[in-house]
């Protein structure tokens, strides 16, 4: 049928029994709308409940960008480095067993004090992630040195990767976050030893200092070595990595990270495997006083690591890295390298007209450089000058006597001058 004022013949089509109207409302406003569709239940009052009106609009579509971009991300294998740092028997490949729940087996190695590395490939609902653990073996003392040279290296190797190739298809093998083991031993409070070997490693890694074997502690006791803890931190001006979350839209994730990063530092203890208990597996440490459930928050503070670590920041931590500390690492290591010459430039893989680039700003920091020394010199040169003339206006103006002006004679007044005229005597009398 024909509908007034629309001047179109709006289709009926029959699909599954039903009649759907179906026409195109595009460039009609809302009132030529209302004529289009109001004859519809005019002239087909029964089958109104039957007519469904579709207003056909021109989309572009551009919002499926969400979903492109998910779709890449979840093709990408992603890469997490973590770094343990303790001394022997202090519980790092346990605690890494406890972190992943088994999910990668740490590789034992025996001989002289070493950085032992190893890695798994884990999946989990679709995404998958490489895993690299960097554990400090058969060490006795801190050896700081070792420590920071493998920190350096990998952020050296990351920096030539990316100027000789595509950055997404690098291999990040820089240390994402290092977990310093601390063991609660002999008086509560930091040792020599740890502090010296923190302040090597907060600067370039973000740094995670933790209580382990805390089940030698009680309750008390581990209330009080955490605060010693912060402070002897805070005095000796570590700066330790303070998990949050910024993203107040997610208001749930926010509250819960700013509940767990309140526990820190962490006290944890580990096991080797679950134990099944009441028809259920569970993380349970055997001790003295009976057994311990790993993940139990009332007591200590596993739980809480595992969730910032893993679940809550662990993106922060790989945007840290590379925003805050390999930053840093790239300029120190420019600077350097446009000291030592064009061959350090080269070996860092950089192109012929970065090369020149770089030597021609060196240049002209030095020129600039050597410019602000000769104005430093001549303005020594031209005060000492002026002083020198100084000296000498002093010395003249103390080695002259001063010229007094002469007094002048009294000259008295001639007496004509003196006496009063005696015309102006007569006038006084009278």
């Not at 972190?99 to 490939?121: C, D, H, R, V, W």
């Not at 493998?150 to 952020?155: C, R």
């Not at 569970?282 to 809480?304: E, F, H, M, S, V």
């Not at 030095?366 to 031209?382: C, D, P, T, Y």
Request: glycine share 4%; net charge positive.
């Amino acid at each position: 049928p024909f509908f007034s004022g629309s001047g179109n013949r709006a289709p009926v089509v029959i699909c599954n029994s039903r009649y759907y109207f179906s026409c195109k409302l595009r460039n009609f406003s809302q009132t030529n709308k209302d004529r289009i569709v109001a004859p519809i239940f005019l002239y087909y009052p029964i089958l109104s409940a039957y007519i469904t009106v579709t207003a056909m609009e021109d989309v572009i579509d551009f919002a499926d960008i969400t979903n492109q971009i998910y779709r890449r991300e979840m093709s990408k294998t992603f890469e997490f480095n973590l770094m343990l740092v303790g001394k022997t028997g202090v519980g790092k490949s346990t605690l890494v067993k406890s972190l992943f729940q088994n999910m990668i087996t740490p590789e034992e190695t025996a001989g002289e004090p070493n950085l032992n590395e190893y890695s798994e490939l884990l999946e989990e609902n679709g995404v998958k992630l490489k895993l690299r653990i960097i554990e400090t073996s058969n060490f006795d003392s801190h050896k700081s040195d070792i420590y920071t040279n493998y920190i350096d290296d990998k952020l050296k190797s990351y920096f030539i990767a990316q100027r000789r190739q595509s950055s997404w298809n690098i291999e990040d093998t820089r240390v994402h976050c290092c977990l310093y083991l601390i063991q609660p031993i002999g008086r509560m409070k930091l040792t020599d030893e740890d502090i010296q070997c923190m302040r090597a490693l907060h600067e370039r890694v973000n740094l995670v200092p933790i209580i382990a074997r805390a089940d030698n502690l009680d309750q008390t006791q581990v209330a009080k070595f955490k605060e010693q803890i912060l402070n002897d931190l805070k005095v000796n001006g570590i700066n330790y990595y303070k998990f949050s979350y910024n993203d107040k839209e997610d208001e749930d994730r926010y509250k819960a990270v700013k509940l767990e990063a309140e526990r820190f530092p962490f006290a944890v203890l580990a096991a080797d495997k679950p134990t099944l208990v009441d028809r259920k597996y569970r993380w349970i440490r055997g001790t003295g006083l009976g057994q311990i459930d790993i993940y139990n928050n009332d007591c200590y503070d596993l739980d809480a690591l595992a969730k910032l670590l893993i679940r809550h920041c662990m993106l922060n931590l790989i945007d840290s890295t590379h925003v805050k500390h390999y930053s840093k690492f790239k300029a120190q290591l420019l600077e350097q390298a446009k000291h030592q010459g064009g061959k350090s430039l080269v070996d860092l893989g950089l192109e012929p007209h970065e090369i020149a680039r770089i030597e021609y700003d060196s240049n002209m920091n030095v020129k600039g450089e050597s410019h602000r020394i000769n104005l430093k010199q001549q303005r020594a040169e031209m005060e000492k000058t002026l002083q020198s003339m100084r000296d000498k206006l002093q010395t003249l103006k103390l080695g002259v006597p001063s010229r007094q002006k002469p007094e002048t004679p009294h000259r008295e007044r001639p007496a004509i001058l003196r006496e009063k005229p005696e015309f102006l005597k007569n006038l006084k009398n009278h």
